[in-house]
């Protein structure tokens, strides 16, 4: 009898083992699905501790307070030691995002829920036959789906699939060197976008369409409101490094970037003049395909944050109240001090093109620098390029 149960025990324990290797596994599956890569080494040390808990009861080693004491101890040290990253990993997603993902679908053109500007009158131009195919920037995207409204045939234009699409900035100038789009909307390219484009032989026409300012913001609560640009250059370069030397808090800058040649990260990159950038926070994100990669962190709301992007995209398009836009040199990044050129980091927008033959291209960049076009572009809420 001793020996049936002595087998009887192993047995249990081997068939123990496999269901808690079996949790382990399925756990790490359904975290490296979901990309919470800081919990792989709770699920482990999880897995190990009621592992050996189970063989420890079927022994009968927990006979004395002392033994379960130890153990207890011990097991619970390696649980709280594995569980900092997933705490940290917690709070970090309670930190809400603020340059988040918008509802682009409301800015089809004629979408029966769209939020697409329109004129009074008729328009001038009417685009028939080979439709021009565009691509750009999502915080443009209200303002080209406009131009499409006004000009395009009526019929459905999803923006994944059609003649107008909206793929972000990289993807915009990557698609314009394809040939995928005759022209997209976009900030000026980087000067990587720049390289490319030469080394595949293509000159790139950049049309000034209407102007924008570049913004900075901070959580709401930071006591600074207002930032000079050599302050701003300081921070990026990593030379200034807490808010008390800016008048604010004494708490360590957070200075969050976006990825390169990104509309916003290229504005940046203008705005440093050629001088070096700090490394920018960054996390380990799952693809698709399970690997790991380190990408540029999204911006979070911290208290000590900053971040940057453009005016129309955060005021109007994001909305979030928990933030606000910095004065640059003491002004305001309003339309009217655009409009005024008084904001010291206001650009031109463009749509650029490569050399395509569409013959309904030219026309309709006409039609977009003529009265009515500039009148969509400020009722969209940008300012035009002449009042």
């Known amino acids: 009898m001793k020996v ?23 756990g790490l599956f359904f975290v490296l699905i979901m990309g919470k890569v800081d919990y792989i080494a709770l699920l482990i040390t999880a897995g190990v501790v009621l592992y050996i808990l189970f063989v420890f009861n079927r022994s009968r080693f927990f006979q004395t307070k002392q033994r379960k004491t130890i153990f207890g101890s011990i097991a619970g040290a390696a649980i709280l030691i594995s569980a900092i990253a997933p705490l940290k990993d917690v709070y970090t997603s309670l930190i809400p995002t603020v340059d988040a993902e918008v509802d682009i679908s409301k800015y089809e053109p004629f979408s029966e829920f769209g939020d697409v500007a329109t004129l009074k009158e008729k328009p001038t131009l009417q685009v028939a036959g080979d439709l021009p195919k565009l691509d750009g920037a999502t915080a443009l995207y209200p303002l080209y789906a406009a131009f499409v409204e006004a000009t395009y045939p009526e019929k459905p234009y999803p923006p994944y699939a059609s003649e107008v699409m909206m793929s972000n900035t990289p993807n915009a100038y990557e698609n314009l060197f394809n040939g995928t789009v005759d022209m997209i909307f976009v900030a000026a390219p980087s000067e990587a976008q720049k ?3 030469e080394q595949k032989g293509l000159e790139l026409k950049m049309t000034p369409i209407g102007r924008e300012a570049f913004v900075f913001f901070v959580n709401k609560k930071n006591p600074v409101d207002n930032l000079t640009v050599d302050q701003i250059t300081d921070i990026y370069m990593g030379k200034v490094t807490n808010w008390e030397q800016l008048g604010g808090n004494n708490d360590t800058i957070r200075a969050f970037q976006r990825p390169e040649d990104s509309g916003s990260q290229s504005a940046l990159q203008s705005l440093m003049k ?9 996390e380990d994100i799952v693809t698709g395909m399970g690997g790991i990669i380190n990408e540029v962190s999204q ?6 944050a900053i971040g940057f992007t453009f005016r129309y995209y955060s005021t109007e398009m994001v909305g979030n109240d928990q933030i606000k836009l910095l004065q640059i040199d003491g002004v ?5 001090n655009i409009r005024a050129n008084t904001y010291p980091i206001s650009s031109e927008f463009y749509i650029v093109t490569a050399g395509t033959d569409n013959p309904n291209v030219e026309p309709l960049i006409e039609w977009i620098l003529s009265e009515q076009g500039q009148s969509l572009v400020e009722k969209v809420g940008y300012v035009p390029l002449e009042e």
């Open 4 to 26: 049936e149960s002595k087998i009887g025990a192993v047995i249990l324990s081997i068939f123990a083992l496999i269901g808690i290797v079996f949790f382990v596994f399925i």
């Open 274 to 282: 050629g001088m070096p950038l700090m490394k920018p926070p960054s």
């Open 332 to 336: 305001a990044p309003t339309k009217e």
């Open 299 to 304: 911006y979070r709301n911290y208290k000590n």
């Open 195 to 197: 390289k490319i484009a």
